[in-house]
């Protein structure tokens, strides 16, 4: 038995893991499991998947990938480019197409956008040097002589009748002139769940604008998840099977710790709000999340 294998060992004991459990969480066939912790790794069907299987063991005992692959790089075999599956390959091979066509669509979008732009500007430029006239208003009154009719007569008397009804518009218009008091409505400000900070498999966001922190953790796998308080009091910690999730109320805690060891298999949920991995869940499968909680007064 190597020193890596026995340093796998040990954690998976501590974690009072059997063979068979670290079976179930890992997908690996036990026989795989049992050449790991012996060192013998020419049992395996390649040197890729003897790094991709150590990096499973260790994500499911709780140890960091990296430093392990550091620490016993001498016992553990390097992986070339040749070895790599070959669907990987394939699969990036069939997704050129897809920028091919879009760089064909490019010059015809652009050319559509300089047509719509040209429109635009000589519409502008019509309304700019043809502006519509406004009608004019022909006045009745231009033209009509005043022979000096007394003052009770009926021309002058109509004229007195018009002036008065002036007068009741003018106060009728300042009636209608007066400001009107709206209503003022007060929004309730949304949630917010953004992220704060991002470092190597860590991140960090903040839940603001919430009265309640209802935690749930679902999954769409198997994941091994473990949730701690700001304190470092496990909250839960245990394997999420596939179509499961775990509900916690945290509404009096102002921070929450999510350990996750199959981020691409596990999803998080802010009263019910669903929060996006800042870190790609298949770059680092192994993160931990924080989430700051601010409760709304």
Not at 225 to 252: H, M, P, R, W, Y
Not at 276 to 296: C, G, L, M, R
Request: a negative charge; proline letters at 4%; hydrophobic letters at 35%.
């Amino acid at each position: 038995m190597t020193e890596l294998g026995n340093r796998l060992k040990e954690a998976r004991e501590e974690k009072g893991l059997s063979l068979d459990d670290l079976q179930e969480v890992t997908k690996i066939q036990k026989r795989y499991l049992i050449g790991i912790e012996e060192g013998n790794y020419s049992m395996m069907p390649g040197q890729f998947y003897v790094r991709a299987f150590i990096k499973q063991y260790c994500e499911a005992v709780e140890l960091e990938p990296e430093e392990i692959f550091d620490q016993y790089k001498n016992e553990v075999p390097a992986v070339y480019h040749d070895e790599l599956p070959e669907l990987s390959r394939v699969q990036s091979r069939r997704s050129l197409p897809t920028s091919s066509k879009a760089m064909e669509l490019f010059p015809k979008i652009l050319g559509l956008l300089f047509f719509i732009g040209i429109i635009v500007l000589l519409y502008f430029l019509y309304l700019k040097f043809f502006p519509s006239e406004s009608p004019k208003v022909v006045d009745d009154n231009v033209g009509v002589v005043d022979h000096g009719q007394p003052d009770n007569s009926p021309l002058n008397k109509g004229s007195n009748t018009d002036a008065n009804e002036d007068k009741n518009t003018d106060k009728t218009d300042k009636s209608k002139d007066e400001p009107v008091k709206e209503e003022v409505i007060v929004e309730t400000p949304t949630q917010e769940l953004a992220m704060v900070s991002t470092s190597g498999s860590n991140s960090v966001y903040a839940l603001k604008n919430a009265a309640t922190f209802k935690l749930k953790v679902a999954s769409i796998g198997e994941a091994w998840v473990k949730v701690k308080n700001g304190s470092g009091q496990t909250l839960f910690n245990g394997l999420i099977k596939s179509g499961e999730a775990k509900e916690i109320d945290v509404t009096n805690e102002s921070e929450v710790v999510i350990r996750t060891g199959r981020a691409y298999e596990t999803e998080i949920f802010a009263n019910d709000q669903k929060l996006e991995y800042a870190i790609s869940p298949t770059e680092k499968d192994v993160q931990n999340v924080t989430i700051q909680f601010t409760k709304a007064e």
